[in-house]
């Protein structure tokens, strides 16, 4: 069981820059052993994979943040983060934060069963 918290999240103007972070609560697993994501759901839209890292701390990431976001974890503290710069009034949305399931590939965005309960991002221009 995985419980994870978002915090972070707030009001920016476009090409600025803001870091969000997600606390995580771990009991069968360590949280080093555990692949992580970030998500966004804008207005009307699906949610949608953004950034995952996994236990070696190798990313990935989707085409649209690519060279502006910056995902990271830091194994000590039980944390997840999610730099981002450059910010763009399309990257506005709920942000989650998110726990792989412990099977099949880290980059596989329909494999995480964990969630937090989100934090907002809203970018104006």
């Known amino acids: 069981q995985v419980q994870l918290v978002e915090s972070g999240g707030a009001s920016v103007l476009a090409g600025g820059s803001l870091r969000l972070s997600c606390a995580a609560s771990?009991?069968?697993?360590?949280?080093?052993?555990?692949?992580m994501a970030w998500f966004r759901q804008a207005p009307g839209k699906d949610r949608e994979g953004v950034a995952t890292?996994?236990?070696?701390?190798?990313?990935r990431y989707t085409d649209s943040v690519k060279g502006r976001f910056t995902i990271s974890r830091d194994n000590a503290r039980n944390t997840l983060y999610l730099q981002m710069n450059s910010l763009k009034p399309e990257d506005t949305g709920m942000y989650y934060c998110a726990a792989h399931g412990r099977g099949g590939y880290c980059h596989d965005y329909s494999a995480y069963a964990y969630w937090g309960q989100g934090t907002q991002v809203a970018v104006s221009s």
């Open positions: 890292i996994d236990s070696a701390r190798m990313t």
């Open positions: 771990t009991s069968a697993y360590s949280f080093s052993t555990y692949c």
